[in-house]
């Protein structure tokens, strides 16, 4: 009887960490900023064959030669698939590759100390790039992204970074709620962030190994999540101010 376990092949495994890195952007504009930043890292240019003359396009085709990128043609509908937004892509997207995007597994075999900072429903992308670019400039060794329910690496996100987003490791994850509590078995202390707890953000023992969870926008940190951390934290404020932006406040953590 054969073993039906699939073991999966070092090139197949090179190969997926590669692609886990890679991020799709799309329209004209977003891929000719990307383009002509040579700190930005681009696997392929995707265009469609049924794109019109443009003297933009030819730019993006001299770009590409000049940087030794590969430029694939499509049919309309092929390309719609590899944008995944078909009414906006104008015809156009590329491959970034984002070298410091990882798993959190890779992160902790890297890592034995971290300050990290986990978004939980943080759905502005101008927030994002503010956290993300606070987060490069400070004292964080990474950010820990939910795949769903929040903000993705966008164009936006890009802009609002700086740049930045292509110097700051990013951890990528399907369930928040299960990555923090596998944080906290490696003994990672969970901190929330929120505006009714008692005890100040500045007041508190840090361990080596520390993570802060900031929530959405509107609603905070989400009652799942809040189950698995060890500590609510607020920052204390004047003149009867409630809440920060969540950009802010992820400023303030960075530099502690």
Known sequence: MQDSTKVDSKEYLAKKAFFDK??????RNAVMEALEDKRVSIHKLHLSKSNKDASV?????????????EVKYHDKQALSRISK???????????????????EETFKSQHKS???IALDGVTNPQNLGMIIRSCAAGNVDAVLLPTKGAAQISP???????????K?????????????????????????LSSHAKASYKEQNYTSKTIFVLGNESEGV?????????KSIAIPMQRGVESLNV????SLLAFL
């Not at 085709?61 to 990128?69: C, T």
């Not at 990013?170 to 990555?179: A, G, M």
């Not at 950009?247 to 992820?250: D, G, H, K, L, S």
């Open 22 to 27: 890679v991020l799709t952007i799309y329209g």
């Open 57 to 69: 396009l030819e730019t993006m085709k001299e770009i590409a030669k000049k940087r030794d990128i």
């Open 85 to 103: 937004n078909a009414k906006q892509d104008q015809g156009v997207a590329l491959d970034l590759v984002l070298e410091h995007f990882g798993d």
């Open 114 to 116: 971290y300050r990290i």
């Open 156 to 166: 936006l996100v890009i802009k609002a970074s700086v740049g930045t987003l292509f």
């Open 168 to 192: 700051m490791p990013i951890i990528k994850t399907s369930n928040l709620k299960e990555s923090l509590a596998s944080f906290k078995k490696e003994g990672a202390e969970v901190f929330t």
């Open 222 to 230: 989400s009652k799942a999540v809040e189950s698995v951390c060890n």
């Open 247 to 250: 950009a802010v406040t992820a």
